[in-house]
């Protein structure tokens, strides 16, 4: 497949689970008057958002004009990276701090190949290839997320 209409599907796709999670979201009122979770909501959330907008930069800079979206690589992951960083430093949950710490883990090796893309060199593939493969394994782990999210007793609402 192309690489520019991967990213073109990739993108329309996890804006669809923005989307979606939105659905969710908005049909229990109730997750949103408690912080924790509220704050985890917003952890999913990114967890679909931060990847569909890598894919648009990816669509824009594409292979010809490899900065646009390697900067935007950077700067989104570093965000998300914190962002999820913030979310794992207040997770007791084990599951949930393993699936955190393995996106923190993917948004840092995202921007490290943002800033150094001879990273890509060893494994045969161009930056914006392994960028694809870790964007598609971080929308895994925000897939994991959601599943945990609306079936862990500890998190699911309780029902009445």
């Known amino acids: 497949m192309d690489v520019s209409t991967f990213y073109a599907l990739f993108s329309a796709t996890c804006f669809t689970l923005v989307g979606l999670w939105w659905g969710v979201t908005t049909r229990e009122t109730s997750w949103v008057t408690d912080p924790p979770r509220r704050r985890a909501i917003g952890g999913v959330y990114l967890a679909f958002l931060l990847p569909a907008l890598m894919g648009l930069f990816a669509q824009v800079g594409g292979v010809t ?36 710490a393995g996106a923190v883990a993917i948004y840092v090796v995202i921007a490290l190949v943002g800033v150094f893309p001879g990273l890509a060199e060893p494994i045969g593939l161009r930056p914006i290839q392994v960028e694809a493969l870790l964007l598609v394994l971080l929308v895994a782990l925000g897939h994991a997320l959601v599943w945990h999210w609306l079936v862990h007793e500890t998190i699911a609402p309780e029902v009445t």
């Open 65 to 100: 004009e490899p900065e646009v979206w390697r900067i935007s690589f950077i700067v989104i992951a570093v965000a998300g990276g914190v962002a999820t960083a913030r979310l794992l430093a207040t997770d007791t949950d084990p599951a949930l701090m393993t699936i955190r």
